[in-house]
């Protein structure tokens, strides 16, 4: 039975599955194959048995709802900047939840005015009430431009990750032009 999901939540998922595709299998993508975004060795260890090819939607919904929006904690981050958990899942989805929620990590710490807004985050990819408490005072204390401003830190981080990934494997290379043109400002 597909797990209901809340509006602004699927559209978000939606979004993501389609800057995904439907299904491939790529030589050079060390995920093998993949739908939807999903790869074979999520799907697996989420319960789905079948055929890559035929992974029905409700499927990637509910393994996205699962792992990389609450399971992350960015279902936190949604209730005080929706349009950075966006992010923070598109980015989870193409690099891992625990690498996007460091960003958010690195980026709240190098925000914080050495300390005297919120004390340092540890970039350890969990985001608990420490790092939700740090978020919410850096948006009390920067206001309205808040969001942004971290929007554009985590998509710096980002970026830079992707040139790294392909300077250590040069075949992904194949992928990095899709990589900045789909994934770096999509949000907002």
């Known amino acids: 039975m597909p797990v209901p999901i809340p509006g602004r939540v699927l559209g978000l998922i939606a979004g ?3 800057r995904e595709g439907d299904y491939v299998n790529h030589p050079n993508d060390p995920g093998g194959p993949t739908r939807y975004g999903i790869t074979e060795r999520i799907a697996r260890a989420s319960g789905y048995g079948g ?3 035929t992974l029905p939607v409700a499927v990637a919904q509910a393994i996205y709802l ?3 929006y609450e399971g992350p904690g960015f ?3 949604a209730r005080i900047m929706p349009d950075l958990a966006e992010e923070l899942v ?3 989805v193409n690099m891992g939840p625990a690498v996007a929620a460091a960003f958010l990590q690195r980026a709240l710490t190098a925000l914080n005015r ?3 807004d919120y004390p340092d985050l540890k970039p350890d990819g969990r985001l608990g009430p420490v790092s939700a408490g740090a978020l919410l005072a850096f948006k009390q204390k920067r206001g309205g431009q808040a969001e942004t401003v971290l929007l554009r830190l985590v998509e710096s981080f980002q970026g830079t990750r992707y040139v790294e990934i392909c300077e250590a494997r040069p075949a992904s290379e194949d992928f990095l032009f899709g990589w900045i ?3 770096i400002g999509n949000v907002l």
């Open 66 to 68: 699962d792992q990389y």
């Open 90 to 92: 598109d980015t989870g």
């Open 16 to 18: 993501v599955i389609e």
């Open 181 to 183: 043109v789909n994934r």
């Open 75 to 77: 279902d936190r981050v």
């Open 51 to 53: 055929d890559m090819r």
């Open 114 to 116: 050495q300390g005297r």
